[in-house]
């Protein structure tokens, strides 16, 4: 079997480590002036000892959030506005870092791209909820301000930055799972039309399986049945081909249990058009002749094509068996340059036949309509039924 492929890089990192990684970042830069890193400024006015203890404490609830994203996504992400909230208190900022907002807007976007809309809208609301509470928090509380920073106009302006970057998160994210919902919308309708078909296709080999066989069997039975007393040796006949009929039916069908059953078993092979004179016999010793003819050049045609002409024409017997009245009919082949065109007509009871009902011209219609071909069925204006179709051939058999 082949080796699975990997996971893509966003599926195999956890969604905690892209929120964590540059949360800790943004983190370490908002302090940096307690670590004195080169080349970089530092901030006139370090947090004080109770600052350090809300960027602590902050530090610890942001990261375990991170942790928890996955298995418990609100819990998480409020754990992580959470920690955000006090780093950003104790560190005295005006408002919320940019790259600490970015690890939200990450955690925001795959909780929306996993979660339901109403959850997802539930973490957009507490992302922008936060910017404002903040503020007023920060206020009340009376932390110095620093004097680089503009505490009018700035304020809403960075907040909007903040919320817009949320809402393009959320819409990314929500992006993200309706292109997922349809794929698997796609995949479930597409495996259900399969299954469909499948189902389709089984019924329609069952029944020209069995059909045929069992107009050929009841026939027989009748046959046999009234020449009990008079002609014992032709009723034995009759009973003899009743017992092939059936003993080939049941062969046939349980090769198709087991093709069915065992999806590596060895394929069965397929009948076609060359049977269609063993059809012919079989159906003629029952009593109703068969007179098959052929026009054209023969050839090997797809097995597509030629299950689905065979198929058509043993149905169109069967009906000819049960329904017509008749004892002859007459099978036309014609194997034209780009297309097969088949003919099964009798002289019978064609006026009293429905042409819209059964299974056996349904059958028919199907097989014809999955192949692009044209087909036709209906009584003749002088008497009896006829069944047409018309098959097209693909142009790389056609040319052989």
């Given at each position: ?29 908002a302090i940096r002036a307690f670590f004195h890193l080169p080349y970089m400024p530092t901030d006139p ?206 062969a046939g069908l349980r090769r198709m249990l087991v093709a069915l059953r065992a999806a590596d078993a ?37 097995p597509d094509i030629d299950l689905s002409a065979f198929r058509i024409v043993q149905e169109s017997v ?83």
């Amino acid at each position: 079997m082949p080796a699975t492929p990997p996971l893509p890089l966003l599926k195999r990192v956890p969604p905690g480590a892209w929120t964590g990684v540059p949360w800790t970042y943004g983190t370490l830069l908002a302090i940096r002036a307690f670590f004195h890193l080169p080349y970089m400024p530092t901030d006139p006015f370090p947090p004080a000892f109770d600052g350090w203890v809300l960027i602590a404490s902050g530090s610890v609830l942001a990261l375990f959030g991170c942790v928890v994203l996955r298995p418990r996504p609100l819990s998480g992400f409020g754990l992580l506005l959470a920690g955000t909230y006090a780093v950003t208190l104790g560190l005295n900022a005006l408002t919320l870092g940019l790259i600490h907002y970015v690890a939200i807007d990450i955690a925001l976007g795959w909780i929306a791209a996993t979660l339901t809309r109403r959850r997802s809208l539930t973490a957009l609301a507490l992302a922008i909820a936060v910017l404002p509470f903040y503020e007023l928090t920060r206020t009340g509380l009376g932390r110095p301000l620093v004097a680089l920073y503009n505490t009018g106009r700035g304020d809403w302006q960075s907040w909007s930055a903040l919320a817009l970057s949320a809402v393009v998160a959320w819409l990314i994210g929500n992006s993200v799972r309706q292109n997922r919902d349809y794929a698997e919308r796609l995949t479930t309708q597409a495996a259900t039309q399969a299954v469909t078909a499948e189902r389709l296709r089984i019924a329609r080999e069952m029944h020209d399986t069995v059909a045929h066989s069992i107009g050929i069997i009841a026939l027989q039975a009748g046959a046999a049945a009234r020449v009990t007393t008079t002609q014992p040796e032709a009723a034995r006949e009759a009973m003899r081909a009743v017992e092939h009929e059936g003993r080939e039916t049941l062969a046939g069908l349980r090769r198709m249990l087991v093709a069915l059953r065992a999806a590596d078993a060895a394929p069965v092979l397929p009948v076609g058009l060359g049977d269609v004179e063993r059809l012919a016999a079989t159906t003629t010793a029952a009593g109703v002749r068969v007179d098959v003819r052929r026009l054209g050049e023969p050839r090997q045609l797809p097995p597509d094509i030629d299950l689905s002409a065979f198929r058509i024409v043993q149905e169109s017997v069967t009906n000819v068996v049960r329904h017509a009245g008749t004892r002859t009919c007459r099978v036309t082949l014609d194997y034209r340059e780009d297309e097969l065109a088949l003919e099964v007509t009798d002289e019978g009871r064609g006026h009293g036949i429905c042409t819209d009902g059964g299974f056996g011209l349904a059958g028919m219609r199907e097989r014809v309509a999955l192949l692009h071909g044209e087909f036709t069925a209906a009584p003749r204006p002088g008497g009896g039924f006829r069944v047409a179709a018309r098959l097209p051939v693909p142009a790389e058999v056609a040319a052989r």
